[in-house]
């Protein structure tokens, strides 16, 4: 009678098989993952980029499209994102996040400004 101790080489490959099956699987949806972040860290900076644009509001009767006085009132985007402002005036603004590491952007605009991107309600933030 044979005293087998350990696996076969077949067994090992038909393990290794399956482990690659399963990690071809696995990866796209991880790489989806990255994006989902990247985006949600746009968002969070849209948000707060609003939350500052109200306060300069609520000081001086008018939204502004310089970031640096924003930035004075303690706004900061994060690291590598750039938040553009496409429309700022007495009555409402608009802005787009970019982030450096993804094609998306985010949108949002508030007041009688023009809908930019793919935001189309008033105070609903998109990103497309």
């Known amino acids: 009678m044979l005293n087998r101790k350990g696996m076969t080489i077949i067994e090992l490959v038909l393990v290794m098989m399956i482990i690659g099956l399963l990690a071809m699987i696995a990866m796209p949806r991880l790489g989806h993952m990255k994006d989902r972040a990247?985006?949600?860290?746009?968002?969070h900076d849209l948000r707060t980029f609003a939350m500052h644009q109200e306060s300069y509001y609520y000081d001086r009767a008018s939204?502004?499209?310089?970031?640096?006085a924003l930035a004075a009132g303690g706004y900061s985007a994060s690291a590598n994102v750039t938040i553009s402002v496409n429309e700022a005036t007495i009555l409402g603004?608009?802005?787009?996040a970019e982030h450096s590491e993804s094609l998306v952007q985010c949108n949002l605009f508030v007041g009688?400004?023009?809908p930019v991107g793919a935001a189309t309600l008033e105070g609903?933030?998109?990103c497309g």
Request: aromatic share 10%.
């Open 93 to 96: 603004w608009s802005a787009t």
């Open 63 to 68: 939204y502004t499209d310089d970031i640096d």
């Open 112 to 114: 009688d400004a023009s």
């Open 38 to 43: 990247l985006i949600a860290n746009m968002k």
């Open 124 to 126: 609903s933030l998109e």
